[in-house]
């Protein structure tokens, strides 16, 4: 196992530098970052003293060593739009979408497993179509839309849940759900099948003949089997609900990093832009490679393999 997991953490570092030297450059092959500073009524002068003096002149290769040796650091250089360390910045706006991210995957979870679960036992029964309708209206129906029907419904007509904010727990359900609803049907669909294809194994007929209960039956020998892929799928959602939760935050008002990102983007702000992408870039990364460990412990042929 002690080998699996050195071999699985170098691979994730040498992904790792791979995606920080890919980020930093994309954003200068995106165009002259001095010329996008300096704005459309800049003379040629005004962009090369604005080149000079953020380094823009230098070689690239030194550019992004002098700024992965710094980010290693936790310096993010400062930021061109708000005029704060990158750092803080992203410090002060990444605990909104943390808890945004790990709440989805929390709701998306518990209802989807269960769900896929009992579809899988009963196939074919009212609970199936049931999870089959939930999983294609999830896959139908954009997240904006969804969160802006939970505000009119929710919060405008009923007046049970707040519309924006971040106040309290309870700001966080509506995004939670419109979250997390986007990844119940992939992870659904993949419980379903992985249920149905287990079940039929000789090793579960084996179980059952032997005396073994049906709960020990489903839960000790079939879900651990069937719940490997979902693991893996989980840790990608996961990762996306991180990077890619901008749309619910922009709907429900959470200035989280997502939003920041978003800010970023449009101001131009390449440090703020630089460092998103790498840390949300590592969450990916972190969340895969505990993934692959899960999944070894879940199933030795992993590891042995």
Known sequence: MLN?????LGLAVLVALTVSAISFSLLFMAGDPAAALAGEQ??????????????????????????????????FGESYYFRLP??????????????????GISFALLTAVPLGVVAAIR????????ALFLSVMGQAMPSFWFGLMMIVVFSIQL????????KTWVHFIMPTIVLGYYAMPAIMRLTRAGMLDVLGSDYIRTARAKGAGEGRVLFKHAL??????????????????????????????????????????GRNDLPTVQALILIFSMFYIVFTFLSDVLNAWLDPRIRVA
């Open 123 to 130: 196939p074919n029964s009212l609970i199936d179509r049931f």
């Open 159 to 166: 007046n049970w849940l707040p519309p924006s904010g971040t």
């Open 4 to 8: 699996f997991i050195l071999k699985r």
């Open 224 to 265: 651990r089997n069937a719940i490997i892929p979902v693991v893996s799928l989980a840790a990608v959602q996961m990762g996306f609900m991180l990077g890619g939760s901008i749309v619910v935050e922009s709907i429900f008002a959470l200035h989280g990093a997502g939003y920041l990102a978003w800010e970023s983007i």
């Open 86 to 103: 990158v750092s803080d910045l992203i410090m002060e706006r990444l605990s909104i979408t943390m808890t945004l991210g790990v709440c």
């Open 42 to 75: 800049a003379t040629d002068v005004d962009i090369e003293a604005i080149r000079r003096l953020y380094g823009f002149d230098r070689p690239m290769i030194v550019q992004y060593w002098e700024w992965l040796s710094r980010a290693l650091q936790g310096d």
